[in-house]
């Protein structure tokens, strides 16, 4: 496992972007790049990351990068990597997605690509909401959550695309954290040198869209593996694996009170001791099951 | 007397809820405004400003200089510069790092605004009670209680101790700026109350439409989040409950308007609004609709297009494609509504017509009408008694006789049976189908179909057109839409009294079927006709050719996403006055 001093000096997704303090997609963005250096083409759907890349009069990526329709994004992709192809360059095709532009309105074209096992790295950096229009719910909002469209709470539970994903039966799937870079760093290096549809999920809090105070992001990310909402597993080759830093929170007594994430986002303020117990149980069944997937192939 | 009040600060600093609070009390204060937002996304810092115009006449247009600003940060004087005059008030703390205002001939109100805020309520958000304070403080004769009522509401469910430490803070402020007039011996600005007596109300035009579909009773709303139409659908999630529908948030647009088109065939009056990219997205199923004669009503509130274009500035520039769009022969009703009332009073007749003709109703509006507020006629009961929901040939009940639901008849309209319907077979395709809805290519069959479904708009005449004069014997037409009718109507005011010219203000609203024989009656014997348009192509004057227009006519258009200025409307339209084709 790299270490935090192994990660590269070298930046390619620089400071003075247009984003919000504390904000996590950035934090992502900029680990990831390092991983994956300057051979990458990033395609980017209508999200919050294709405002604050370029705030007038410059632009903080130093790699190419293709805004793309909200719905579009990995059809884009899709096309841009035969040509790469067909043009005889070598370069890594990275998808840069919000949680909105994959588990929604982009899901389709995301599922047709991976169908297809189109040779491309699909990362969704997942803020659990639509934050670029204000605050809305997404099918990646988790239950109980209050947004602009579900002012008392979201009635829903999320969305498990990673499982989706890995249903298509492509090389590699992870879910990762902004809190736990270098796991992140890794993830990104081993997907990098594999060919076919690689999906990378990246746990990345928002602050104003939280209601999260700003010097709480990473620990409300820590918090999101710690109390098991958030687990990290890979699942390459169809084989199932829970990552080192959530391995310990499999088990119910290591886990941190759920109320410790809660408390510190004003998005679940609402929420009374009946809904906590609640997302509790789904917490506890969905890392049983993971408990019991770890290790095993799945698809 | 017309004043205008601006602040401005960073995404999330409280700058549009302190600008709604002051425009209320300004409305509170019985005078007429017109706001103006720029906002970015959500994201934390880029600059935002609420501009809150007001007067005792009607006000509509944005005007070039500034009366009070309220400026946060260096950047909210860099974006203001060129509004500030010499008299202009400018509100500032120095502690905020402004130095710019050094080189800036206006009076600078300095006040430690947060400083103050954060000595009496312990956090520097109620910055905005201190500058709210000291600029009411400005208008000599300005009534505060609707701010005091605010405060209450807002903060009394945490505790009375915060309602009373953001009064102080308001009054500090107030006091402060007080204390600097007479200091300074500055006269503060005279308001004098409109005493007409008349009820008003203060409306955006998104929650006119909002109140005028759930008026007409509709029952089902379904929508995609995207600027600015996304404060129908949170409007929608927060209140159809109350009135027995439901409100979905889809996975996108084009789910949006099928499930809309679900329910209505379902039996629901159903609805959708979106904006350019989701508008676009919707276009297949609009043409489903129109094809399996599917009344719903869709909303594009449009920004500045093409693709992204610019997603929080504003534009008219979808009026040809909501014509046109679709395959094949299609033809749907577009209305676009002038200001906050006709939103409310024109959404709620969109239903009526979608239902009346079977068919897809586009209300077009944009981001300047739609996500500003507006004082507009008091919308009471007896307009609500007047608009009469009529659904039509709705058959919900065993008809007596064979009915069809694609049934030849002579206007083209055929009885809208829905499925639940006992005895009767329902059923419905976007292919080609007979009487009974069954899928048909038989070329007889399919050349009557598409006549019985040109003939409904046939004799059509719902166009809610309209045309006033100002002065005697104009000779001068104006045609205009959406609210740049009343921006038009304003300057043409101000030119006939300065001027003496007169004008003939012409207002289509209903854009398809295309109003042309009214536009030519109200155009007959102009010297001179002006379109004004917020687009490139001048769109509306396109179709007015396109459907046989025979006047010549000038341009006048705006497309760099800012809505006109009074000033440069004044002069454009004094410029082609004399300017004859
Ligand atoms: C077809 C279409 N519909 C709606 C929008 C408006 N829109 C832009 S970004 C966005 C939400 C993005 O959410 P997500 O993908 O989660 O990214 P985030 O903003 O949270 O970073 C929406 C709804 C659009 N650009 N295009
Ligand atoms: S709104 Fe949220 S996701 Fe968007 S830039 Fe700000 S912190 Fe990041
Ligand atoms: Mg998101």
Known sequence: MTSIKQLPYEEYFLAGNGSCPGCGLTIGLRNVLKALGKNVYMVVPASCSSVVQSPFPNSSATVPLLNTPFAASAAAASGMVRALKIMGKDAVVMVWAGDGGTFD???????????????????????????????????????????????TGKRENKKNVPLIMAAHGIPYVATASIAFVTDLYDKIMKAKDMKGFRYIQIYSPCTPGWLLP???????????????????????????????PSKA??????????????????????????????????????????????????? | MQYVWKISGEQGEGIDSTGHIFAMNVFRNGFELATYRKYSSRIKGGNTTFEVRFSENPVFARVKKLDVLIAFDENAILVSKEQIKSSTIVIFDEQSGITDLDKVDCIKLAIPLSK?????????????????????????????????????????????????KNKRAFLEGYNFAKKFLSDNSILPYKVVKGKDGVKRMIMSGNEGLAMGALAAGCKYFAGYPITPASSILEFMVKNIGNFGGVAVQTEDEISAINSVIGASLAGVRAMTATSGPGFSLMVEAIGYAYMTETPIVIANIQRGGPSTGLPTKTEDGDILMS??????????????PSNPYEMFVYTFQAFNLAEKYQLPVIILSDLQLGENVYTTKYIDDSLLDELKVDRGKY???????????????????????????????????????????????????????????????????????????????????IVAYGINYHFVKEVCVEINKSEGVSF????????????????????????????????????????????????????????????????DLYQSIKEKLYSKV
């Open chain 1, 214 to 244: 700003t010097e709480k992001s990473v620990e409300s990310a820590k918090l999101a593996v710690q109390t098991g909402i958030y687990p990290l597993f890979e699942i390459e080759g169809g084989i199932f694996k829970i990552s080192a």
């Open chain 2, 323 to 336: 014509l046109f769009l679709g395959h094949g022969d299609t033809e749907k009703i577009v209305i676009f």
């Open chain 2, 116 to 164: 103050i805020a954060r000595d009496i309520t312990g956090t520097a958000i109620s910055k905005n009670m201190v500058s709210l304070g000291a600029s009411i403080a400005l208008f000599d004769g300005m009534d505060y209680s609707y701010v005091m009522d605010q405060i209450e509401k807002r903060f009394s469910k945490k505790s009375m101790e915060i309602v009373e």
């Open chain 2, 504 to 567: 003939r203000l012409v207002k289509p609203v209903v854009l398809y079927p295309f109003p042309i024989e009214k536009m030519e009656g109200a155009l007959e014997g102009m010297d001179n006709i002006i379109f004004v348009e917020q687009n490139y192509f001048g769109q509306l004057r396109r179709l007015y050719y396109m459907f046989g227009g025979k006047n010549k006519s000038v341009l006048i258009n705006k497309y760099d996403g800012e809505p006109f200025f009074f000033e």
């Open chain 1, 105 to 151: 309105i982009g899901l389709a074209t995301v599922s047709g690509a991976a169908e297809r096992n189109e040779d491309l790295l699909y990362i969704c950096y997942d803020n659990e909401a639509y934050m670029n229009t204000g605050g809305h719910r997404s099918s990646a909002t988790p239950l109980g959550t209050f947004t602009g469209t579900t002012p």
């Open chain 1, 249 to 299: 929170y499999l088990k119910k007594e290591k886990r941190k009170p759920l109320h410790d994430y809660f408390k510190i986002q004003g998005r679940f303020k609402h929420l009374k001791e009946e809904h906590i117990k609640l997302i509790e149980q789904w917490i506890d069944q969905m890392n049983e099951e993971y408990a019991a997937l770890d290790g095993k192939k799945i698809f």
């Open chain 2, 395 to 477: 058959v919900d009940y065993e008809p007596n006789e064979r009915l069809y639901r694609y049934q030849f008849t002579e206007d083209g309209i055929s009885y809208r049976i829905i499925p639940s319907v006992k005895g009767l077979q329902f059923q419905t395709s976007g292919n080609e189908h007979n009487e009974k809805g069954f899928i048909t290519e038989n070329s007889s069959i399919r050349k009557k179909m598409v006549e019985k479904r040109m003939r409904k708009l046939a004799n059509f005449n719902d166009y809610f057109f309209e045309f006033e004069d100002i002065g005697s014997n104009p000779k001068v037409a």
